[in-house]
C-alpha cells in the first residue's frame, strides 16, 4: 500500500509563479526524498531531507518537513514550463535499507 | 550520478507470451535492484527487490511465479512477465544505488508493456 498521500493531485500555475506541493505519509521514517517525472519517463531524484532536518534548499526547490505532522512540503520558486511533470515523495521506512514507498503524485502544468 | 538503463524501451505482444525486461547499472555495481510497475497517471508500485545472486523478495500481492526476477550479475537483473495479459500492460521500472550507503535511488527510464 502506498505511504501516503500527496495533495494536490494536480497543479496548473503561470510560468513564474511559485507551485507547493504536500505530502504526508504514515510511519516514521529515516529520510523523505522527492523525485520528478516527466511524461513517460524514469524519475529523476530532487532533493532528500533526512528525519532530523526541518528544510533544505537546492536551487529553485525548498523542501520542509514535520515529522510531528509526518508531512513535507516541496516548493518550487519562478517556475519555468520545462519543471512541468510529476513530482512524487518518497520515504523509506526500513531501518538500513533501500527501499522506498512512493506518494500518489502531484501532475504539476506550468503555463507559459 | 550514476546510470541505470533498461531494455527494451517498450514492447507489444501477444496475450500468452512472456516477456523479459533488462535493467543494466552501466557505471556502478549494483547489489540490489528494485522493480516497480506504473499504471497510467498513478504513482509507483513496487514489485520486488532483486538481489544479486540470491532469490528476489517480492511485495504483498505480486506473484512470483508471473514475474519472475533474476540478478545474476551486479550489472544486471531483469524481470519476466510470463503468460502475458492485458491486465500486465503496464509501465515498469527499475532503480538502484551504488551502494548500501546511498539513499537516492537512480531510475532506468522505464519500459511500457502492451499486451494485446
Known amino acids: 500500500s502506498q505511504q501516503g498521500e500527496e495533495d494536490p493531485q494536480a497543479l496548473s500555475i503561470q510560468e513564474g509563479e511559485n507551485a507547493t506541493m504536500n505530502c504526508s505519509y504514515k510511519?516514521?521514517?529515516?529520510?523523505l526524498q522527492w523525485y520528478r517525472q516527466n511524461s513517460g519517463r524514469g524519475l529523476v531524484h530532487l532533493i532528500l531531507i533526512r528525519s532530523n532536518e526541518r528544510e533544505k534548499h537546492s536551487g529553485r526547490l525548498r523542501v520542509t518537513l514535520d515529522t510531528s505532522k509526518k508531512s513535507s512540503s516541496l516548493l518550487i520558486t519562478a517556475s519555468r514550463a520545462a519543471d512541468t511533470a510529476s513530482y512524487f515523495c518518497a520515504t523509506d521506512v526500513i531501518q538500513g535499507a533501500q527501499k522506498l514507498v512512493f506518494g500518489q503524485g502531484t501532475r504539476l502544468t506550468i503555463n507559459p | 550520478g550514476a546510470v541505470v538503463s533498461q531494455h527494451p524501451s517498450w514492447v507489444i505482444c501477444k496475450s500468452g507470451t512472456s516477456v523479459k525486461i533488462e535493467c543494466r547499472s552501466l557505471?556502478?555495481?549494483?547489489?540490489?535492484m528494485f522493480w516497480y510497475r506504473q499504471f497510467p497517471k498513478q504513482s509507483l508500485m513496487l514489485m520486488a527487490t532483486?538481489?544479486?545472486?540470491?532469490?528476489?523478495?517480492?511485495e504483498q500481492g505480486v506473484e512470483k511465479d508471473k514475474f519472475l526476477i533474476n540478478h545474476a550479475s551486479l550489472t544486471l537483473s531483469t524481470l519476466t512477465v510470463t503468460s502475458a495479459h492485458p491486465e500486465d500492460s503496464s509501465f515498469y521500472i527499475c532503480s538502484s544505488s551504488p551502494d548500501l550507503g546511498y539513499n537516492e535511488q537512480f531510475f532506468g527510464p522505464g519500459t511500457r508493456l502492451t499486451v494485446l
Open positions: 510511519t516514521s521514517i529515516n529520510n
Open positions: 557505471d556502478f555495481q549494483a547489489t540490489t
Open positions: 532483486s538481489n544479486e545472486g540470491s532469490k528476489a523478495t517480492y
